[in-house]
């Protein structure tokens, strides 16, 4: 079946920084979508993006869709310790009546 | 607006009773999803319902089972509960229209479900 996979797994990271983070699929998807979880809740939903080379922001975080359509890239810019989570990417080949899930990158902000 | 809304929040139970977890979707949506997710890991797909009738389903033994009413509210059955089903279990909705739509899924809070 389709698998996501997302990198790095986790990262530390000093309040400020910017952060990278990609997730990559061996098949093509048509739809993207980026969500974040903290702990004992459920995913939000962050940013949706929908075309080949689409790159959309949401205020500090930024989000593209890959040129290949099996690849997409969220960057947090000026990072917050609020910004501790778990990042989920989905990806949907039929756009958008299922979703396959990525199993996570958790970011940790250090002081 | 209210979200998705799961009850209850914490589930516990002990190996081989049942667990009934419920789910009410965004007004307005139609489908709803249900998802594993084991501590520390990350989301299983489950069963997905749209318009009452379940659509697809996961590698998941029988024993998981759902069903939608016609409020398209949802429930999720778990019989013969083992140690591994201990998870959080995310219910999510979205609107499908169909076709190139950008049909979204939006998650509840979860019900966290101990078996003992």
């Known amino acids: 079946g389709q698998q996501l996979n997302q990198s790095p797994q986790s990262m530390f990271i000093q309040e400020g920084e910017d952060v990278s983070m990609n997730c990559t699929s061996s098949s093509i998807f048509n739809t993207w979508l980026w969500y974040k979880q903290d702990p004992g809740e459920g995913p939000v939903l962050l940013i949706a993006?929908?075309?080949?080379?689409e790159l959309t922001s949401n205020g500090r975080l930024t989000a593209q869709f890959g040129i290949t359509r099996k690849d997409s890239f969220l960057n947090i810019s000026a990072s917050i310790p609020s910004d501790v989570g778990i990042y989920f990417c989905a990806g949907s080949d039929n756009y958008g009546q299922n979703f396959v899930f990525g199993p996570g990158t958790r970011l940790s902000v250090l002081p | 607006e209210a979200g998705v809304t799961q009850s209850p929040t914490h589930l516990i139970k002990t190996r081989g009773q049942q667990a009934t977890l419920r789910c009410s979707p965004i007004s307005g949506h139609t489908s709803v999803y249900w998802y594993q997710q084991a501590l520390g890991l990350g989301l299983q797909f489950l069963l997905w319902y749209d318009e009452g009738e379940e659509r697809n389903r996961g590698n998941f033994p029988p024993r998981f089972s759902g069903r939608q009413f016609p409020n398209y509210s949802s429930e999720l059955n778990v019989n013969a509960l083992e140690l591994e089903d201990s998870a959080l279990y995310l219910c999510?909705?979205?609107?499908?229209?169909?076709?190139?739509?950008?049909?979204?899924?939006?998650f509840g809070a979860g019900t966290r479900l101990s078996v003992l």
């Open positions: 993006l929908y075309k080949a080379g």
């Open positions: 999510a909705s979205s609107l499908r229209t169909g076709g190139k739509s950008k049909n979204i899924q939006y």
